[in-house]
């Protein structure tokens, strides 16, 4: 099976635009959660969606918002973007309905610059 | 409400030698535990899981960990540590609502 994937990779925006990372599960997978990663902060978890309902939020503002498909397929979009979003953006499924118990499995994470 | 501690952003070993990292939980709820290594410009990808089935939890790469529920504590270790080991190393616990609950990291740096 192939792993999860996530597009782009690498991403450079200005302050005040606005961008959309996509992330496409394991097949089968109908639970994906994103996680904001940088050096000062960790891991921080943004959201969590189980087939198109987000079920969990984490603390972050409004700008911060996601869906899912019906595919599973999911993305997130930051508008409204600021220096301090500048980090690694990762992606995990999971193949059950409880990703507080399941192995979570991370894409390679989107890395992105506001300048 | 559910809480990890990992001891150490940083813990050096010399090629060979033990690997010893600590992780201390607080969990509400029976725990569900977990160990995490991210290698550099990489996602995460799991090593282990701690469900209740034993105690002795062990996992890819040499790696195990013990569960010590009067101590509340998940630590990993390795007997020999090689160099291709160095990375950073996240312990993490059953939250609520769907969500992990995560250390902020160990960086293991390997010696030669």
């Known amino acids: 099976k192939a792993g999860v994937t996530q597009t782009p990779r690498y991403l450079i925006k200005t302050r005040g635009q606005q961008v959309t990372l996509s992330c496409s599960p394991i097949?089968?997978?109908?639970?994906v959660s994103w996680y904001q990663q940088t050096p000062g902060q960790g891991l921080q978890f943004l959201f969590e969606y189980f087939s198109e309902t987000q079920r969990n939020k984490g603390n972050f503002p409004g700008r911060f918002s996601g869906r899912q498909f019906s595919n599973s397929r999911s993305e997130m979009n930051v508008s409204t973007l600021e220096l301090g979003d500048s980090a690694l953006y990762l992606c995990a499924s999971s193949p059950g309905t409880e990703p507080s118990t399941d192995t979570q499995y991370f894409g390679p994470g989107t890395r992105l610059t506001v300048l | 409400a559910q809480s990890v501690t990992q001891l150490g952003s940083h813990v050096s070993v010399s090629e060979g030698a033990l690997v010893l990292l600590r992780c201390n939980y607080s969990?509400?709820?029976?725990?569900?535990l977990f160990w995490y290594v991210q290698y550099p410009n990489q996602g995460l990808q799991l090593l282990l899981k701690?469900?209740?089935?034993a105690t002795l939890v062990k996992g890819i790469n040499g790696f195990e960990a013990e569960f010590k529920k009067s101590e509340t504590s998940f630590h990993l270790t390795k007997p020999s540590a090689h160099m291709s080991d160095a990375a950073e190393y996240f312990c993490a616990v059953r939250g609520s609502n769907y969500q992990l609950i995560w250390g902020a990291g160990t960086k293991l740096i390997i010696k030669p």
């Open positions: 097949s089968g997978h109908r639970s």
């Open positions: 969990s509400s709820v029976p725990p569900y």
């Open positions: 701690y469900t209740s089935a």
